[in-house]
């Protein structure tokens, strides 16, 4: 079979497996749910794959090359989510009360437990390679670190069952969930948002390395499909489709995230096998990615992990860019012991750079913004610390 044909018909066979499976969900008795969050999964694998969405590697070009483009698109993501959720809000809380918080908006309490777990977030990210959204899509792409990556994030997420009882105790009951329109309304967060975004671009651009490269943009179908089926998609871009990929999915079904199955599983493997605490103190009613105990095979959260690997899997084999190897043991201790860090950072943190972080910044919780900041120097002392071992 010529490997053109295949490039194509691979990724058209998937891309149609997953509507045959959201067409199937829709059909049964409450699967909308399940149906829009196979298909939101979907693009969103899309989107990171084609616009190298990730945190990590986005602020590792910055930090290393002064390539700002990954760094803009995540801001814009930032800026314009904020603009569509506060839509959203407005609608489901016209007046900010005290007390009253939008529905399942990611607000999670705020507190040096938040500050250090974004900070080990940040130091896993940097070990292992990637955020743990990016090491989904890049299983499609046949990472060989990945794998090892969600296996370590896995084994973060029983130890962070194992330290929650006490850290709840020590200080996250007393950690207040601050929604910023409380105290600046929606027209105040949503100024001091765009500010903030607008800083940071300002920021970026003043110290990035500007390309000097020309490129023709192409007006023939072969050169259009290039940039659309191969090349890196433009930031802006990325980043209003990430933006609208979250605002639609908090209105539909529930905000972003990417950890809530994972430890789910972890959760009721766990429990079942009598090896975490009876009762997690306070865990099942904060705000974040939740992790229950599961009593059914499929979960919304489950179903769009499922379409966003593979979905990006299509993306990358159209691409050209999956490119399975095997892995080396630097890779696989990299991967077990960064994704351990993030998998406890994800689940004290409530959520990763998805769920807290972007979800979060998108609803005007405080803890977005300061998982944000700890996350970032958690990923510099991380980066700084590898480049020196690797000298």
Sequence with gaps: MP???????????????????????????????LSFSLLAGAAFGIVLQRGRFCFLCNFRD??????????ISIIVALAAGVVLYHA????????????????????????????????????????SGSCLSAHLYRLGEGSPTSPFALIGAAAGFFVGFLTWNPLFSLAI????????????????????????CAALALLLLRFAVR?????????????????VFIERWPPVLV????????????????????????????RTGGASAGLLP?????????????TVVKETLLSPNGVFVAGLVIASFAAAFAAGQFKPTTPTKAQIVKGLSGGLLMGWGAMTGLGCTVGVLLSGIHAGALSGWVFLAFCLVGTWLGLTVMRRLAA
């Design 239 to 266: 980043g209003l489709m990430v933006a609208a990929i979250s605002a639609i999915a908090f209105l539909r079904v529930a905000p972003l995230g990417v950890t809530a199955e994972l430890g789910s599983i972890v």
């Design 62 to 71: 910055f930090v290393e090359r002064r390539e700002a483009r990954g760094l």
């Design 3 to 33: 490997v053109h044909f295949t490039r194509v018909a691979v990724p058209i066979i998937l891309l149609v497996a997953i509507g045959v499976w959201s067409w199937f969900l829709h059909m049964q008795t409450g699967g909308r749910d």
């Design 211 to 227: 390309g000097t490269e020309s490129r023709e943009v192409g007006l023939d179908l072969s050169s259009a499909a290039r940039r």
């Design 173 to 196: 009951y007393a950690s207040p969930a601050i929604w910023l329109p409380h105290s600046l309304g929606y027209t105040g967060t949503l100024l001091l948002s765009l500010a903030l």
């Design 278 to 290: 009876d009762t997690l103190h306070g865990l099942d009613l904060l705000r974040g990615c939740a």
């Design 88 to 127: 959203v809000m407005m609608a489901w809380v016209p007046v900010p009360q005290p007390g009253r918080l939008p529905p399942n908006a990611h607000i999670g309490p705020v507190g040096p437990v938040l500050a250090f777990a974004a900070l080990a977030f940040g130091i896993g990210m940097a070990i």
